[in-house]
Nanobody, 124 residues
Framework: QLQLVESGGGLVQPGGSLRLSCVVSGSGSRNVAIGWFRQAPGKELEVVSCIAKDDSVSYYLPKGRFAISRDNTKTLVTLQMNSLTPEDTAVYFC???????????????????WGQGTQVTVSS
């Protein structure tokens, strides 16, 4: 019964930064692959990044602006977002894969448990 809760969203000016958090709890929370996704107004869900069980990471957006990491407890996953633009405005979700799968994937359907989302708005 895995649970995920996102936080850290808010309003930021273009060029600014935000750090999003995903707290993972429940059975298997210390050994699970976690992805970040986003959905902008009027657009489909888009994959952002993923961290695998072994803490290797994958990025699906242009390199260099976003960074995913996991803390020493293995239950807190963060997404550091820098040099934000208005096109980064979206609801950001974290999601967990089934425990049996080790690696990352860009496919939404392969993530079993989702958080509620946190709103990020980039505007002057």
């Amino acid at each position: 019964q895995l649970q995920l809760v996102e936080s850290g969203g808010g309003l930021v000016q273009p060029g600014g930064s935000l750090r999003l958090s995903c707290v993972v709890s429940g059975s298997g929370s210390r050994n699970v692959a976690i992805g970040w996704f986003r959905q902008a107004p009027g657009k489909e869900l888009e994959v952002v990044s993923c961290i695998a069980k072994d803490d290797s990471v994958s990025y699906y957006l242009p390199k260099g602006r976003f960074a995913i990491s996991r803390d020493n407890t293995k239950t807190l996953v963060t997404l550091q977002m820098n040099s934000l633009t208005p096109e980064d405005t979206a609801v950001y979700f974290c999601a967990a894969r089934n425990l049996e799968f080790n690696g990352c994937t860009s496919s939404r359907i392969l993530y079993a448990t989702w958080g509620q989302g946190t709103q990020v708005t980039v505007s002057s």
